[in-house]
């Protein structure tokens, strides 16, 4: 089993819609990352959070560390957020190691 | 303007042609490291660099090497690439090891022939 997995794999939306992706991990962390790769593109740091939540433009990420689950919501989506949705998590080990999930491909249709 | 480059952006190669993929930081951070991204297995670490000649091994280090001999540069060697390294490579640097944001640079896509 991985240490960190994301839902769904994959998933398509009508513009306007709100979405949600979800991450789950089994290990301790620092930290959870969520990261945007738009196809053929490098990689982007959305949000980096150990707690609560934070808010970006339609972009909102929540936390919740007993649980061991993140959720990245995007709001009112529009054809640009289409793109994989990558959740990664620091160890805290000493290292900037992240472990990651295998992504969230996100489709949205005008 | 922040930012990690690599060069270069695609690159088809034959088996054993060493090659070097470059890696550069303007944001003076400490750490650095490289990834691989493959379908279905997500991205993961081949070597990272907590300062100038400071470096170890990630989870798949097999058949690469790196240096750091400035604290903005971080090259990735192949010394003799195989077909199995055909993949999609991520250079990312962060200011601390933890707890800070991690910019990555935009990919480089080697195919190994």
């Known amino acids: 089993k991985n240490e960190v997995e994301q839902s769904p794999q994959n998933l398509t939306a009508q513009e306007g819609e709100f979405i949600t992706i979800n991450c789950s991990y089994s290990?301790?962390?620092?930290?959870l990352h969520w990261l945007q790769q738009h196809p053929g593109g490098g990689i982007v740091s959305l949000f980096m959070?150990?707690?609560g939540k934070k808010k970006h433009g339609r972009l909102i990420a929540t936390i919740n560390i007993q649980e061991k689950h993140s959720s990245l919501h995007i709001t009112a989506s529009h054809p640009r957020d289409s793109a994989v949705y990558i959740c990664?998590?620091?160890?805290?080990?000493?290292?900037?190691?992240?472990?990651f999930g295998t992504g969230t491909r996100l489709q949205v249709f005008p | 303007e922040a930012q990690v480059t690599q060069n270069p952006r695609y690159l088809i190669t034959v088996t054993g042609k060493k090659l070097t993929v470059t890696c550069s930081q303007n944001?003076?951070?400490?750490?650095m490291s490289w990834y691989r991204q493959d379908p279905g297995l997500g991205l993961r670490q081949i070597y990272y660099?907590?300062?100038?000649?400071?470096?170890d091994k990630g989870d798949v280090p097999e058949g690469y090497k790196v240096s750091r001999k400035e604290k903005r540069n971080f090259p990735l060697i192949l010394e003799s690439p195989s077909p199995n390294q055909t993949s999609l490579y991520f250079c990312?640097?962060?200011?601390?090891?933890?707890?800070?944001?991690?910019?990555f640079g935009q990919g480089t896509r080697l195919t190994v022939v």
């Open positions: 990312a640097s962060s200011f601390e090891p933890m707890n800070t944001e991690a910019f």
């Open positions: 290990v301790g962390i620092s930290a």
């Open positions: 959070l150990s707690s």
């Open positions: 990664a998590v620091s160890r805290g080990e000493g290292t900037d190691k992240l472990i």
């Open positions: 944001m003076n951070h400490e750490y």
């Open positions: 660099s907590m300062n100038v000649e400071v470096t």
